[in-house]
């Protein structure tokens, strides 16, 4: 069954720092999806992730995907206070969704 | 376009009782996913709910379990609650489209209380 791993757990960075959050899963997923969530909150949808070699792009943030790493990473450019949330990678098939852990991301000044 | 909803925010019961929660999808989306975030736990998948019949069924046991209405909405229904029910229950509708990517779009959830 797919699993699903997301590093680092936490991160805390400085506004204006670049940093990459990574998603590794074990086994082929027919696509690979990042959501923000803040606290007490639901999901947010971020991105979608299809085929290999995307890539998209949202203000700060870029996501690519990599299926013959099993491999997705999330970009944060130019970190801002705006973007302290906790952000979650999943694969899936049309039947559910996998979760990773979850990255807290905390920017402070 | 009004998004998923679900009700009630909050719910809080005791141990033993039976939970009933509710979520309308988009309009259009056929699909209505149901996922627990309980806490150190994580996010996990509970049941898929297609075209009014279960599709998919995640590691929980028979006591939670659920139905899809002909209009698309769904009911996720706890029984004998137990503490470790606690946890916030998410809902996501989803339209059936291979370019789309099958992408689920979530509700603000039902913080479930077993006390």
């Known amino acids: 069954e797919l699993k699903v791993e997301q590093n680092p757990l936490f991160l805390s960075m400085q506004e204006g720092k670049n940093y990459t959050i990574y998603c590794n899963y074990s086994?082929?997923?027919?696509?690979l999806y990042w959501y923000r969530q803040d606290p007490g909150k639901s999901l947010e949808s971020l991105f979608v992730l299809l085929s290999n070699g995307a890539v998209k792009q949202e203000g700060r943030l870029m996501a690519s995907l990599d299926t013959k790493a099993r491999l997705s990473t999330l970009h944060i450019t130019a970190a801002v206070h705006d973007l302290s949330a906790t952000y979650f990678c999943a694969g899936g098939f049309t039947d559910k969704l996998i979760f990773g852990t979850g990255t807290r991301l905390q920017v402070f000044p | 376009e009004a998004g998923v909803t679900q009700s009630p925010t909050h719910l809080i019961k005791t141990r033993g009782q039976q939970a009933t929660l509710r979520c309308s999808p988009i309009?259009?989306?056929?699909?209505v996913y149901w996922y627990q975030q309980a806490l150190g736990l994580g996010l996990q998948f509970l049941l898929w709910y297609d075209e009014g019949e279960e599709r998919n069924r995640g590691n929980f046991p028979p006591r939670f379990s659920g139905r899809q209405f002909p209009n698309y909405s769904s009911e996720l229904n706890v029984n004998a609650l137990e503490l470790e029910d606690s946890a916030l229950y998410l809902c996501?509708?989803?339209?059936?489209?291979?370019?789309?990517?099958?992408?689920?779009?979530f509700g603000p959830g039902t913080r479930l209380t077993v006390t």
């Open positions: 996501a509708s989803s339209l059936m489209v291979v370019v789309i990517g099958f992408e689920q779009y």
């Open positions: 086994t082929t997923s027919d696509r």
């Open positions: 309009s259009g989306h056929t699909s």
